[in-house]
């Protein structure tokens, strides 16, 4: 026998229809990349997805069908998002910063229909034009001078269109990892599991959302989902303030003139705004709070944040998990902890949110589970219903028999529920039988003053099977040496994690992304050996 409620498919077209009803005058403010401002709100957002459905229908986009684009933060990137999904096709946000052989083989993986793109990225496209094989149309959100401008396509429509209907399982995003390694891999969510991530994303463990909430989202909307926020800030009924350009003194002079509460970046973000204030003589912006993930968040950032008065929420995901995994949201003693407790509470990951499943696992067997004790590190595991089961097109399910998906992370579960991320899996160093963090020792190498950038990689020894070799940038003027930094490490690390060697490099490689590439260092120092 079936319970006897209504039947209410968990498709995205609930959100935006709730928006619009519910909070309907709610602006959505963008700076635009020529300096200029303009305000829609949330019906009006409905009103242009509606259109834009009704335009890609026009032009014979079917069902299931990728659509994409190559934007910054702006409404109609927000349009995008819900109309799109509206005519039920899938939006593919293309991360500009890719490298070009990686943005040929994902628009063409993707079988890419149409590309909405900013007039910033018309190199790009000039470029890559020839390269894209299944793009047959292209709209420009900016301006019309290339392709069709995107106000006069979607103004050609009534925007008389009924939402397109099916299961909640439909496809409506598709994101690709940048991957260290091999192509980059496509991650499709669904309806229902975007919805779902977007909930969990609102209660006050996580973005903490309210009806008066302003919040300017850093992270772009071609990374990861942009955290859920779009989808979550309209559930709220927030108002959003978006810029096409991540100068701090853009952000900043918005986050005061248009009463921004909240606002979400990786670290780096945070980083050129604290020295763009610091520059200017000028106080942070007094933001209620900051979303930070992406990467770990360094301790002083914190500290800074929270004696401004601004929540830390530091969260740990990642693409496959859409991505919301862990938000470090007050924990229930909060209270009774004092400032240097609640620091090192925030810097550690934070808690699963419903819906999210979490486990360590030995790395010898990467199967048998491991105490959550605060102590032991381990294999990161993770499942839920908007975590990915396959990979776009790959023939073999990402997850294991048991249902769980291995991250590559490696880290601490405590007692109360907290992650605490330790290493990734590909970098844990084995020495002698016991694992080495290479973060943690990177960590404590960039707290020396002479030291502006560290990466730590295992290096084959005989003895030991891996030895942690730490590659170093001097920060400018620095005559720091070997000897100055291991000096600096022994009060801070165990003894046998002290690194074999010291080596000064001008510069450490960087992937798509930001992140360090230690498969680039490894590549570049294939033929180092360790004197033994
Ligand atoms: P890509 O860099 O390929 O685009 P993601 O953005 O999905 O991929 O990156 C996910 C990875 O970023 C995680 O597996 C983890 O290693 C790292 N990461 C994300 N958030 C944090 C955090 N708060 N602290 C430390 N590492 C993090």
Redesign the pocket.
């Known amino acids: 026998m079936l319970g006897a409620m209504q039947d209410w498919t968990m498709r995205i077209t609930h959100v935006i229809d709730h928006a619009a009803r519910e909070a309907g005058q709610r602006e959505i403010v963008t700076h635009w990349a020529d300096g200029t401002l303009t305000r829609t709100n949330w019906s009006g957002v409905r009103t242009d997805a509606l259109k834009m459905a009704q335009a890609l229908q026009a032009l014979g986009i079917k069902k299931g069908e990728r659509v994409a684009s190559l934007a910054m933060n702006h409404s109609r990137h927000l349009v995008s998002w819900y109309g799109v999904a509206g005519m039920g096709g899938v939006l593919h946000t293309v991360n500009p910063r890719l490298f070009d052989d990686q943005l040929e083989y994902i628009v063409n993986h993707a079988e890419d229909k149409v590309l909405c793109y900013d007039a910033a990225f018309q190199p790009i496209v000039d470029r890559m034009k020839e390269r894209w094989t299944t793009v047959e149309h292209y709209v420009c959100y900016d301006s019309g001078e290339h392709s069709p401008a995107f106000e006069d396509w979607i103004g050609a429509q009534d925007g008389n269109f009924e939402w397109v209907t099916g299961p909640e399982t439909d496809p409506c995003m598709i994101c690709y990892?940048?991957?260290t390694t091999g192509n980059p891999k496509g991650v499709q969510y669904e309806h229902r599991s975007t919805l779902m991530h977007a909930l969990a994303g609102l209660q006050p463990a996580a973005f903490n959302f309210s009806a008066s909430s302003v919040m300017l989202p850093v992270v772009p909307m071609f990374?990861?989902a942009s955290w859920g926020l779009p989808y979550a800030g309209a559930m709220a009924g927030i108002k959003f303030v978006f810029s096409a350009v991540n100068d701090p003194s853009v952000l900043h002079n918005l986050m005061i003139d248009e009463g921004v509460t909240d606002s979400a970046g990786v670290p780096t973000v945070w980083l050129a705004h604290f020295q763009y204030c610091d520059k200017e003589g000028i106080d942070l912006p007094p933001l209620k709070a900051a979303t930070?993930?992406?990467?770990?968040?360094p301790r002083f950032m914190i500290e800074r944040l929270m004696k401004n008065g601004t929540r830390v929420q530091?969260?740990?995901?990642?693409?496959?998990t859409s991505?919301i995994g862990t938000v470090g949201g007050p924990t229930w003693d909060w209270d009774q902890l004092t400032f240097e407790e609640k620091v090192d509470k925030t810097a550690m990951?934070g808690r699963p949110t419903f819906g999210v499943e979490l486990r360590i696992v030995s790395l010898d067997d990467m199967s048998t589970e491991l105490p959550r004790d605060g102590e032991t590190s381990g294999a990161l595991q993770i499942r839920g219903p908007w975590i990915i089961k396959r990979y776009f097109k790959a023939e073999e399910d990402a997850v294991g028999n048991d249902g769980w998906f291995d991250?590559?992370?490696v880290g601490i579960i405590h007692p109360d529920g907290t992650l605490q991320?330790t290493d990734?899996t590909k970098d844990v160093i084995k020495s002698g039988g016991e694992w080495i963090s290479s973060v943690e020792l990177e960590n404590a190498a960039v707290g020396h003053e002479g030291v502006l950038e560290a990466a730590c990689v295992g290096m084959y020894h005989p003895k030991w099977d891996e030895r942690p070799v730490l590659f170093v940038v001097r920060n400018e003027g620095s005559d720091v040496t070997a000897d100055d930094i291991i000096e600096h490490l022994k009060p801070l690390i165990a003894k046998w994690w002290l690194p074999d060697a010291v080596e000064f490099v001008d510069d450490i490689p960087h992937?798509a992304?930001g992140?360090i590439s230690k498969k680039d260092l490894r590549d570049r120092f294939a033929d180092y050996t360790l004197e033994t």
């Not at 930070?292 to 968040?297: D, F, K, L, P, V």
């Open positions: 990892t940048s991957g990374h990861a930070i993930g992406g990467s770990a968040c530091h969260a740990w995901g990642m693409t496959e991505p990951q991250t590559g992370d991320l990734r992937t992304t992140k």
